[in-house]
Nanobody, 116 residues
Framework: QVQLVESGGGLVQAGGSLRLSCVVSGSIFRPNAMGWYRQAPGKQRELVAG???????NYADSVKGRFTISRDNAKNTVYLQMNSLKPEDTAVYYC??????????WGQGTQVTVSS
């Protein structure tokens, strides 16, 4: 059973930084694509940043230049470094892992709250 466990969320003032981590376990296979999504109250879940097995990355326009996604395959962990946080970044952040032979899996989410 594949499991994803996120950590690192919290309350931060505008302009501050947080680093989210997501540890993947339960499969002998390495995830292909991994990503961070977020969902604010009353809004749809949206892709924030993605990273492929070859470490190619993509970002939502709203976070480009402020957020950085990275992965450590030896630790089965994906990170999201968030700098220059804004109140509009407030949301529950979810980690996603995709396996070509198993499908996609989600973590339970971690709350990020940015105060103005």
């Amino acid at each position: 059973q594949v499991q994803l466990v996120e950590s690192g969320g919290g309350l931060v003032q505008a302009g501050g930084s947080l680093r989210l981590s997501c540890v993947v376990s339960g499969s002998i296979f390495r995830p292909n694509a991994m990503g961070w999504y977020r969902q604010a109250p009353g809004k749809q879940r949206e892709l924030v940043a993605g990273i492929t097995g070859g470490s190619s990355t993509n970002y939502a326009d709203s976070v480009k230049g402020r957020f950085t996604i990275s992965r450590d395959n030896a630790k089965n962990t994906v990170y999201l470094q968030m700098n220059s946080l804004k109140p509009e970044d407030t949301a529950v952040y979810y980690c996603n892992a995709f396996y070509p032979n198993l499908g996609g899996y989600w973590g339970q989410g971690t709350q990020v709250t940015v105060s103005s």
